[in-house]
């Protein structure tokens, strides 16, 4: 075997250059066909990535701490005393960058308009603009300056649709400690622009004055905490729970099925997007490998009387798929290192932004070049064509030898 | 007595089937003896082609049976087929006879190669049957790079390297003018004088007939003359 393809390698390496034109289409079709994976898979990529953390820095965070029972009915029943001990040791892990703790009471907004469901959210300014992105789009007024800041910012679309604006009042109402319903005027200090759910369903105020309100002391209904680095999640999830065995703590992954989802379904597009883009270029493959069949129909005829048997003529043809449909892999994964490289300062979306709010894109990707990614795809696509030119070389392998000689050059 | 290097015992050959069938040799007995220079004649479609295939174990006959070195094919699979082409038989075609991406040493080597003989072996007898067919020097040379004279040299070269029972050849002058011919044909007879290589050449050609030792002649099929000269 090893002697064969010392034989067959320089044989098969100068047949790939017989028809320059042919192998030069090849090797397009295969290269382009590589990049377009590779380069819509770090694309798609950076794309998850920008809209994950733009969603997960609204609020979510990396992750969040209730009571039990909390998620499912978040009533001022279920809340629990600001952290303490072993869980505030926790927190403050260094692989926890923030952490904040608010209150979260649902609730409606009341305008002279309209009555509105509402999230009432009682939060720490100074430590809100660590973590949150809504601080900083605060398009109109201010954001909120002290825990027992008593205004309150909501967002754009919200207020349009309460008809109020800055400098207006505007009526909170919640279940207060008694069961009863606690009903207090707060003046919008400022508007925040971000998604139209979250500024549909959020009203923000300083975490005082909203225990204040409903008659709380000191309980919060939520800790938020943001964790960069992806990889420490898992372990400092585990470690938050063994140091609060009693509460509900659970990754965004948990938090927002949506984004987990959609991430997974974005990973599994790319699949779709690589059988496309496979199939197209299968049938370049076949066509062209065929076509050089069928032009040396004679010499496969004549190796065959010389007495080569049929395996190693699939061999030696089979030799110069894998070494064209190789080079063209090689081709496409230098293209696709270069242009991902090119793009990875950054590839600026700002001019698509109305369309990327919807989906709560980020403005600016950065596609990256993930080396397992990109070596599975293009290990793939590699074995893959060989697969497919299979076929063609089977073709030249079972050409009776008397009817190809017939057959002139 | 010799043993033949070659018989064929009521070979026929028909193509096709029904109305359509076309029988291509009938009842054909011939013995290829060791040294032979045979000549096989006939018109155009008098089954010349077809019994050098017969021969040449590149096509299994309908009828009959052919034997080369005592060996029956008909108890061979083509795997052992290919191989007794490889190592028993030395094939020269009318033309396209060799690999055009493969230099004539090369093309020789390559049946050597396929034989499994070790590389600086090939090497040497490459060069010496090239030596042998008058193309020393020529060794590198691309077929695109040689006359149709030469490029039937190395076929012949490469046809005799492995010292075959017997070197078939199908119109081996078809495509080359009368002086190219000529001195094929002498280059073909010498080396059966003179290497004891047994050839069996197809042809039309009267200029290849003149060196015949042995002519054969058919017509429709059938051997219609066989004669030592
Ligand atoms: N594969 C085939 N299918 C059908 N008929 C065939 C086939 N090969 C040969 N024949 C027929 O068999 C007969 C003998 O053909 P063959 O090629 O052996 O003749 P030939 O003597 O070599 O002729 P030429 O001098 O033209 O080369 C012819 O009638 C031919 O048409
Ligand atoms: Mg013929």
Redesign the pocket.
Known sequence: MTNTLKTFTPLAWRNLWRNPRRTVITLIVVSIGLWSVLFFNSFLNAWMQASKDATLSLLIGQGQIHAPGYLDDPSIEALMPPPSGKLLAALNDPRISNWVARLQLPGVVESEYKTLPINIMGVDPEAEKHISSIPGKVVEGHYLTSTSDAGVVIGLHLAERLKTGLGRRVILMSQNTEGKLSEQSFDVIGLFDADQATEDYYAFTGIKAAQQYVGLKNQIAQIAFAIPVEENLDPVLSKLKQAAPDLDIRSWKELSVYLATSDSFMKGFIYVWLAVVFSLMAIGIVNTQLMAVFERTHEFGLLRALGMKSRRVLLLVTLESTFLIGFGVLLGMLLSGLSIYALSGGIDLSGFAAGLEMAQGGQVLFPKLDPVAFLVFSLLVWLLGILVALWPARRASRLSP??AM?YAS | MKTPNVTCRGVGKV??KGELA?K?LVDVDLDIMPGDFATLA?P????????LNMVGALDTPTSGEVTIEGQPLGKLNKSELSDLRLNRIGFVFQAYNLIPVLSARENIEFVMELQGIPANERKTRAQQVLAEVGLKGLDNRRPSELSGGQQQRVAIARALVSRPSIVLAD?PTANLDSKTTSELVALMYRLNQELGITFLI?T?DPRVMEHSRRHIE?LD?RIASDTKI
């Open positions: 008397v009817e017939r | 193509f096709g076309v291509a006939g155009s479609g008098s089954g010349k082609t077809t019994l119109e197809g039309h058919l099929g």
